[in-house]
């Protein structure tokens, strides 16, 4: 999070791309009886994008292959939202721009937006220390050797 207490859009559009279809349609379903329906730009389309990383020591970028993703546009009170999901999950990358449209433009389910996100950086935090447990006992440590 940013030291104002906020995400960014793009910590935001991140967290939301980590949170199940189910909480995502939940949630932009409510968004949706707030008021006017979304315009929808881009209609969900799936396809492969090239996954790239970053090598931890030298910190070289390099592709590791592509991967199944699914994206999509909306338009909702003015403001674009945007979505990319990995998978062909067309519903979830919709509802997804959705909320990101909606959390842009300020409408009431913004609160229960930034509270998904807080669930879901929780989840991812607790996901990475149980895989730092398991990993734990395969370090190695130089300096008792």
Known sequence: MLSNGRLSRE?????LAAATADELIELADICLAEGPDPVVVVAPEVGCVSAQV???IVRQRFLIGDVLACRAEVEL??????????????????AM????????????AAGGIA???????????????EEWAQLAPTIVEFEEL
């Open 97 to 108: 721009a959705v909320l990101d449209a909606a959390a842009e433009s300020g409408r009431d």
């Open 54 to 56: 970053r090598e931890p």
């Open 77 to 94: 009170d003015g403001v674009r939202g945007w979505a990319m999901r990995l998978g062909d999950d067309r519903a979830a990358a919709l």
């Open 115 to 129: 509270r998904l996100c807080e669930r879901v950086a929780a989840r991812m935090r607790c996901e990475e220390a």
């Open 11 to 15: 910590e935001r559009c991140a967290l």
